[in-house]
């Protein structure tokens, strides 16, 4: 709304006289999108990020961005901590000032490669079974959809009944679920 007003000609001291809010606020919520890519801002704009946690993402280029903003939907944790946990995780390649070096309490900079390294095969892995994880979705409907069909037919339930109950019991469970 405060960036349409603008949009539209408001000046930010008009907005902050109206709102009774200190200008320095629209200042920075003008410019807290500036630095991100259009991508990562679709991921989080409906997301409860903090400012410094957007700060944060800034630090790393734009692909490295998505990906981290693809995380934080992954993992529903848009927190600022999580978000220099995974800047702390990039590699220095994939951070707008590589020549800076990283500097976390406690942590040596052999320890942070380390942790660059172990970053990236956690996120590989995690995007793995991601993809696996929607593959066995589906085998796991059509399988359930088999199960429900096969429990239709009156002479299998019956044989079911008669010699395996238990396992009757269990496929019925199965066909009854509402999503897997």
Do not use: W
Request: with cysteine; proline share 3%; net charge positive.
């Amino acid at each position: 709304m405060i960036m349409k007003a603008l949009d539209c000609g408001v000046t930010e001291e008009q907005i902050a006289k109206a709102l009774n809010i200190d200008i320095k606020k629209i200042t920075r919520g003008k410019d807290l999108l500036d630095g991100l890519h259009a991508e990562a801002i679709q991921l989080l704009k409906e997301k409860p990020i903090t400012e410094r946690a957007l700060q944060i993402l800034k630090q790393a280029k734009a692909l490295r961005q998505i990906e981290m903003a693809q995380l934080m939907v992954s993992g529903n944790n848009f927190t600022f901590a999580y978000a220099r946990a995974l800047l702390v995780g990039t590699t220095p390649a994939q951070l707008v000032k590589p020549d800076l070096p990283k500097k976390v309490k406690g942590m040596t900079a052999e320890e942070i490669g380390r942790m660059e390294k172990e970053m990236e095969s956690l996120e590989r892995d995690f995007r793995i079974f991601q993809d696996q994880f929607g593959q066995n979705t589906l085998h796991l409907g059509a399988a359930q959809r088999y199960v429900r069909k096969l429990l239709d037919n009156a002479k299998v339930k019956k044989f079911l009944q008669q010699r395996h109950p238990e396992l009757l019991e269990e496929l019925l469970e199965i066909a009854a679920l509402e999503a897997l």
